[in-house]
Nanobody, 124 residues
């Protein structure tokens, strides 16, 4: 069982930056690949970023490539999402998730555990 708690969301102006954190419980954090997703009102949950177990591989959704950076600190059992050059369309609830799958999961069904989400609002 892994419990995930996101933090760092808030209100920011377009062009600004935010850094999200996701703290995991348990001593098995390093055995999970991690992902970030987001969900805007009335829309499906969207893949944002993925990082492998040791952090050697990352992958991003098309809408955030070049602006967002995912990283992790296994010693602190935490995954981060640095969000730069934010746009109003980035407004959503952001969720972190843990995956035990070996293949790169970019869909929600590829993840086993989810956090409760943190709201990010970007004003124009």
């Amino acid at each position: 069982q892994v419990q995930l708690v996101e933090s760092g969301g808030g209100l920011v102006q377009a062009g600004g930056s935010l850094r999200l954190s996701c703290a995991a419980s348990g001593r098995t954090f390093g055995s999970y690949a991690m992902g970030w997703f987001r969900q805007a009102p009335g829309q499906e949950r969207e893949f944002v970023a993925y990082i492998s177990r040791r952090g050697s591989s990352t992958y991003y959704g098309d809408s955030v490539t070049g602006r967002f950076i995912i990283s992790r600190d296994n010693a602190r059992a935490t995954v981060f999402l640095q969000m730069n050059t934010l746009k109003p369309e980035d407004t959503a609830v952001y969720y972190c998730a843990a995956s035990s799958r070996l293949a790169l999961p970019i869909h929600t069904n590829g993840y086993d555990y989810w956090g409760q989400g943190t709201q990010v609002t970007v004003s124009s």
